[in-house]
């Protein structure tokens, strides 16, 4: 069995910030997107282990339970090997859906610089100052 739970590097988080700028919402996006996948990627090699973890363990019932000990250890670790095989199985659920999120970021950061990228442009090579926003609604 594996328990190579440790304190995760938190550099990984994505800022929220009051800057809104397309270069800087770009950024964002993308390093969502990025820590999404790395997390699915995650999950999914602990769902693998945690099914690996069961497995083990379901042996250790057998074994227990040759050894001719006392059956409330049998179903005692019986139990552990379900509640592991049940974890894979919403870890599963949680992997498949982290990488639904990375996927909707992909795309959210594709619209993004679809829909905006091309302002940006002509913004940031101009010399004139860009009115506040709200300044033609007027």
């Known amino acids: 069995m594996s328990s190579d739970l440790a304190p995760r590097n938190t550099s990984s988080t994505v800022p929220a910030g009051d800057d ?5 919402t770009q950024a964002k996006l993308k390093k969502l997107a990025a820590v999404m996948d790395d997390a699915a990627i ?9 099914r690996a973890d069961a497995s083990y363990v379901d042996g250790v019932a057998t074994d227990i339970e040759h050894a001719d000990l006392d059956s409330k250890f049998v179903a005692l670790t ?11 199985v919403e870890m599963n659920t949680l992997a498949v859906m982290a990488q639904e999120t990375a996927d ?3 795309q959210t950061r594709r619209t993004h610089a679809k829909l905006y990228g091309a302002t940006d442009d002509i913004r940031s090579n101009r010399r004139e100052k860009t009115p506040k926003p709200g300044f033609f609604n007027r």
């Open 42 to 50: 995650e999950l999914h090699a602990l769902r693998r282990s945690m």
């Open 104 to 106: 909707l970021t992909h």
């Open 20 to 24: 809104n700028r397309f270069k800087t």
């Open 78 to 88: 019986e139990n552990v090997s379900c509640a592991l095989a049940g974890a894979a």
